[in-house]
């Protein structure tokens, strides 16, 4: 069964840090594309970050802030998230798909999904 999981999310005052993790099972990360998405309240789904055949993207609003990698021997990848603002309060999802030829990594598609942590920046 094919399982995302999202954790390490959680209230943190502007300017300090967090690292989100999405562990994945019943299948390989490593030759899939993998997206960060988050979506705030009354707002659209938005892409962060994503790792597409070797390269890594960033959305204009956390470039220099946020670092997403990944570790495969654990099947893991982590969003970094240094310097956060009150703006960047949201849920926020992981994503994979298996033909990353066919998924631009800030937009999609993406078939599988995490089910989202919170993220709060907020004195």
């Known amino acids: 069964q094919v399982q995302l999981v999202e954790s390490g999310g959680g209230l943190v005052q502007p300017g300090g840090s967090l690292r989100l993790s999405c562990a994945a099972s019943?299948?390989?990360?490593?030759?899939?594309?993998i997206g960060w998405f988050r979506q705030a309240p009354g707002k659209e789904r938005e892409g962060v970050s994503g790792i597409n055949r070797g390269r890594t993207f960033y959305a204009d609003s956390v470039k220099g802030r946020f670092t997403m990698s990944r570790d495969n021997a654990k099947n893991t990848v982590y969003l970094q998230m240094n310097s956060l603002k009150p703006e960047d309060t949201a849920i926020y999802y992981c994503?994979?798909?298996?033909?990353?030829?066919?998924?631009?990594?800030?937009?999609?598609?993406?078939?599988?999904w995490g089910q989202g942590t919170q993220v709060t920046a907020s004195s």
């Open positions: 994503a994979a798909d298996p033909l990353p030829d066919l998924v631009a990594p800030l937009l999609g598609p993406y078939e599988y």
């Open positions: 019943g299948f390989t990360l490593d030759h899939y594309a």
